[in-house]
C-alpha cells in the first residue's frame, strides 16, 4: 500500500507518540479510511524505517520488605518466617546489619525457580535461595541444618530486594 507524504508523517508522528502497531492501524482506518491488515501495516512501518516504542517495563511491588525499625509490621502482613516479633528476643540478639551478608543473582534461574541466586551470611555460611513461580522465597544451607541468626536474614532480605530491584524485578 502506498501512502502519501502526509500520511507517511502522519505514521511516524504516531511512532514517536509511542502507538502500538494496532493503535497506528486503527488510526489510518478512522483518520485516512485506509485499512489495512496489522501484517501490512508492520511491513509499512519498516518500510519507513521507523522502530516502535518499547512500552514501558512493569513495575512490581517488593517481594518482601521487612518493617522499618521502631515501626509496627503492616496490618494484614505475618512477619517473615523464622524472624521474631518486635520486642520479642530483641535484646539476645545483635542489632540488624551487624554482619555483612552478601547476594548474587544467577543469570540463569534454576529449574523451577523464577529467579535464583546464592547468599553467604555473616558467619560465613552459605546457602542458595530462589524464588519459585508462587512468588514464595526459599534457602537451600550448604551444610544440613543450618539456620542464619535473624538479624543475618533481615539483611539478606534488604539485599536481596535491593540486588532484584537493581535488575528491574
Known amino acids: 500500500m502506498n501512502l502519501d507524504d502526509r ?15 494496532s493503535d497506528i492501524q486503527s488510526r489510518l482506518n478512522s ?5 489495512l491488515t496489522y501484517m501490512a501495516v508492520r511491513l509499512l512501518v519498516d518500510d ?5 516504542k518499547d512500552p514501558p517495563p512493569k513495575v512490581d511491588k517488593p517481594l518482601v520488605a521487612p518493617p522499618p ?4 509490621p503492616r496490618p494484614g ?26 547476594v548474587s543473582v544467577d543469570l540463569m534461574a534454576r529449574p523451577g525457580a523464577m529467579v535464583s541466586g546464592s547468599v553467604t551470611f555473616s558467619d560465613g555460611q552459605s546457602a542458595v535461595w530462589y524464588l519459585d513461580q508462587m ?12 539456620k542464619p541468626s535473624a538479624p543475618d536474614l533481615q539483611a539478606f532480605q534488604r539485599a536481596l530486594e535491593s540486588e532484584l530491584s537493581k535488575l528491574g524485578i
Open 48 to 52: 519507513l524505517k521507523l522502530l516502535p
Open 77 to 102: 502482613i505475618p512477619p517473615a518466617a523464622g524472624l521474631p516479633m518486635e520486642g520479642e528476643a530483641a535484646a539476645a540478639s545483635p542489632p540488624v546489619g551487624t554482619g555483612k551478608v552478601t
Open 31 to 35: 483518520e485516512f479510511g485506509v485499512s
Open 69 to 72: 525499625q521502631g515501626k509496627e
Open 7 to 21: 500520511q507517511k508523517k502522519a505514521v511516524a508522528g504516531w511512532i514517536t507518540e509511542g502507538l502500538r502497531l
Open 135 to 146: 512468588g514464595r522465597l526459599g534457602i537451600a544451607p550448604q551444610q544440613q541444618g543450618y
